[in-house]
């Protein structure tokens, strides 16, 4: 469609499309924009592929007289010590003079203008009010967008999800998104997030790509100032052990019998513009004689391991598979075994080797075994959301969702929020008795127990059975911190070393599950009560900084 | 690229180790919030244009820019106008969207974090990232054997914990 011939200025109806006659779907055109924290997707929903801009301004130490928007990173010559620019924190935008002049770039003519076309825009699961609110300055007063919509992504992906696979209203579908902030894992019931199955880790590509600077910064050489090219050492070299235990034995082997060691090639900026992996492990070309190598060993997959355990970095959270079987076991009953069946796993941390295959043993592991298991990566988890844009467009009620630039100036934003929040969100299931959500729990403990922590099967040892009550104790002690309304009760269990395992477990999930381990609350130091219990409670030294 | 190899000394200092600090649990767990922070931050080096702030030759975003559209220019408003307007750090927006939950009684942020997992944590060693069967006494951090104990004694032990 040529986009000169769509300009009628202060239109009501947003674009003029030709009136539907006897079609049964409404092929509304407009502008599409996922708007990641790492990267916005944006295209104008005609075209087969989205433009991927990242979502960032970047300042080059080479180049000092200019700042690179997006992809004009590719006119920077040296790419070392890039300093960056992030319009998000923690996935919500909080800087609106690192956004604004990115969307200028974005919808200016060089990527894709929004003309008089309507535009649909993605914003994360509980998109803060006044973030909301200057979403709506930007678009209706500056931009003067026709009309809007905006939704999160995980949607988008759910209707594209059902509609490719002909699916009904009906079934029920869980949407894993895993990306550069977090990983939200969000169930579709009768086509509505069901709100209180939803969960979000903390985890996702930018926690890992930080994970992986600093150790190398530990291990080898100071990287702390190369976010841009470990990115790319951690996309190109990273993947997701099957088995752990294994995986790092054959690391531990030297020579030829470790087939996991990688020897990269870092990027020097002037003969070498991007890393790549050497080969042949021994053989360095002429041009690589002076170039700096990489090596890596158990790097390349303890990193993703985060996904998957986050307590290896002394989180206090459970991992994504584990998340999404509790995900499932907290909707109601008789949705449980439709949604282990759609399972749609999507986001930029899909593409690490072995991802898929991961998940699906984990999910298929933890999962009751009778039930069936499908899990749906799609060929390019990172659009995979720009492209339910397209589906979106294709519901025939769609049109009457998009709120003008009209209503806006009429209801203000307050209203037109709620019109965008409560779409596709089903808030009556909240209020629910939350007894059986406790069984639920109880159930999903006793499917943990004797599960193992190394991805495949795996014998429990007497050891390692001890040291799953003494995490268990450990959980109801730090649950402590938050309130000593039970020491007592708590110091009972620990006296009695013999008691019935079931009896501690319910406890201490109750305990969670009151507190619902919040990492804001545990900011404020807290005296802890009993010290002597907590010896090992951080393990893991991330390292420090030195 | 400026890239030095870190240096890794391996003396011994298993006999001071009885003579080491041990952090306390408070000391632990603020360190393992920095460690936490620091995975999320943006940068880990200073802006390399801050000595440009000063003078005119800062570079403007618009300097990148064309036209944007061929809209009149009249509601164009600058970043730093919104900025400006909208200027709240995330812990305000959790804290509002906290008590707008409260009061709607509706789901919040802080609602779906993640629970703790039930499954015991695994080990790994913190100087080569094998497992680790190991803890350092003073600070808790986990090591797999007498040399990467060494390292870990040499460079971060105790570091951080000033
Ligand atoms: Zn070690
Ligand atoms: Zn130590």
Redesign the pocket.
Known sequence: MDRSKVKRRGSSIGPNQPEPKLQKEININAVVVDNGAYSIKVGLSTEAHPTLVPNCIMKAKAERKRLFIGDQINECRDCSGLYFLLPCERGYITKWDVQKPIWDYIFSKKVCPIDEYPVVITQPLFNFNSIQDCMDEIFFEEYEVSSMFRLNPTDLAYLKYARDHNLPKTTPCIIIDTGFSFTHIIPYINGNKYLNAIRRLNVGGKLLTNHLKDIISYRQYNVMEETYVINQVKEDTCYVAQDVKKELTIAAKSGIENNIVRNYVLPDFNNIRRGYILENNSDTKENEENCQILRLNNERFVVPEILFHPSDIGMKSMGIAEAVVKSILCCPKQYQEDLSKNIVVIGGNCNFKGFKERMMAELRSLLPHLWDVKLYQPEDPITYSWDGGKSLLKMTDFKSCLVTKEEYEELGSMIIQQRFNSWMTDNSLVEEESQEKNQENYRYLDWLKGKTVFGKEDPIDVKDECEQEDSLLKAQTNSQDTGSHNLAENVDNVQQPAADLELKTKASLKNIENTIVKEFDQEKDQPSSNFSMQTELFPFGTGSYL | MTISKSTLRGSNRIKENDKRRIVDETSRKRRHRKVMELLESDNYHDDPHADLVMSKKVPKFEDNLEQRTSRTKKKERTAEYYQIKYRKNFQQLVDEDRAEAEANRRVSYMDIQCEESPMPPRHF?A????L?KYNCLSCGTR???I??MDTHMDTRCLKWAA
Do not use: E, I, K, W
């Open positions: 060693c100087v080569c990232g094998f680790a090591y797999c054997c040399r990467c």
